[in-house]
């Protein structure tokens, strides 16, 4: 088998340093996930949290850089200090739901946990924005918004099935 030359490498390198396309992050993102990993509130599992990109009424989602795979990932945690044991047994069940799901419109579940007193899954990172967002900059052109609602109710039916 002939060796793959430096070049070739190079360019499939370049390819893959995309943190949009769940490429392998460049240098800039693995120096910033060590810095943030010095502060071990920035650490779960494998997982270094770069930055904050949602809060909801129990979750935090983060971007984060998974060190075991090096590659960006969302990772939602759940501080599990105040709450009851079935909760969280309930929430930990619904991330091993959500990873058996395959969906072209739904992140696929890499991984979930409990770390420092935080319950976690690591899901696939979409870069982009939210449908909230999208919203709230004004109305969609219908046949645009038959589209969203179709991949939202395909998501649906295959997460019901």
Known sequence: MKPISRSTLLR??????????GGIPDETIVRDANRAATDPRNVLGHYVLLSETGKGGTATVYRAYDRTLQRIVAVKGIPIENLPQENTRRLQGEFVAMAR????????????????????????????????????????DPRRAVEIVRDIAGALDAAHR
């Not at 499939?12 to 396309?21: C, E, H, R, Y």
């Not at 890499?110 to 449908?131: K, N, P, Q, T, V």
């Open 101 to 140: 799901l395959r969906h072209p419109n739904i992140v696929s579940v890499f991984d979930c946990g409990i770390e420092d007193e935080r319950l976690y899954c690591a899901m696939e990172w979409m870069e982009g924005h939210s449908l909230h967002d999208a919203v709230r900059k004004g109305p969609f």
């Open 12 to 21: 499939v390198g370049k390819l893959l340093t995309d943190p949009t396309n």
